[in-house]
Each structure stands twice: as structure tokens, then as C-alpha cells.
Nanobody, 119 residues
């Protein structure tokens, strides 16, 4: 339904921080739950965080207390602030539009942005 473009990935040291952005084009952004997912080579894509239309948030256990998802409806953008990064966070991070707050992702994905955590 919307076009998604992620940015902000790159190389970080363990304990460092990165902020990812996902910009949506098209209508209906304010009425969509949005999610961040990640996928490492040889592993399945997994939920990182979701944010609902009212601003409610949920996180996967491995990132709780370290990552924060937020949204700006005027900019049609969802963010993922990643702090205290660990090597295990290394993956391609994808933005996903729509779907239920506690449901599976839709097929509406961005192209992904690489995050590498290494010393």
C-alpha cells in the first residue's frame, strides 16, 4: 500500500548507537501499525519492534531496554533508535507497514538497511 525506504544503517562498535529511519509514501500511514524486523544470514526474519496507531510499542526480548521505536505521522516516518549495540544485533533491518499490532507482518516491506556491530 505504501512505498518504504529505510536508511541509517552502517558500522557501529559494541556499545555504540545507530538510528534507523523508514520513510513512507502514499496515504494511510497514520492508520497503520508499523514494524521493524531484522534478518541475519542463515536465519529467519524476526520481529524487533512494533508501534501502533496510538503510539503503543512492543519489543522483542533481546532488544528490550536498548532499542526504541517511534513515529512521526506528519513526516510519515518511523524510527528505530538502537543503543548499547551488540554483535548479535548484526543483520539487515527491514521496515514493514500495516498488519495487526500483535499479528504477523504484511508483504509491504522496504528494501532493508545493513547494520553491522563489530570491533
Amino acid at each position: 500500500q505504501v512505498q518504504l525506504v529505510e536508511s541509517g544503517g552502517g558500522l557501529a562498535q559494541p556499545g555504540g548507537s545507530l538510528r534507523l529511519s523508514c520513510v513512507a509514501s502514499g496515504s494511510g500511514f497514520s492508520f497503520m501499525s508499523m514494524g521493524w524486523y531484522r534478518q541475519a544470514p542463515g536465519k529467519q526474519r524476526e520481529l524487533v519492534a512494533r508501534i501502533g496507531t496510538s503510539g503503543s510499542t512492543r519489543y522483542a526480548d533481546p532488544v528490550k531496554g536498548r532499542f526504541t521505536i517511534s513515529r512521526d505521522n506528519t513526516k510519515k516516518t518511523v524510527y528505530l533508535q538502537m543503543n548499547s549495540l551488540k554483535p548479535e544485533d548484526t543483520a539487515v533491518y527491514y521496515c514493514n507497514a500495516g498488519g495487526a499490532y500483535y499479528g504477523p507482518p504484511t508483504d509491504n516491506w522496504g528494501q532493508g538497511t545493513q547494520v553491522t556491530v563489530s570491533s
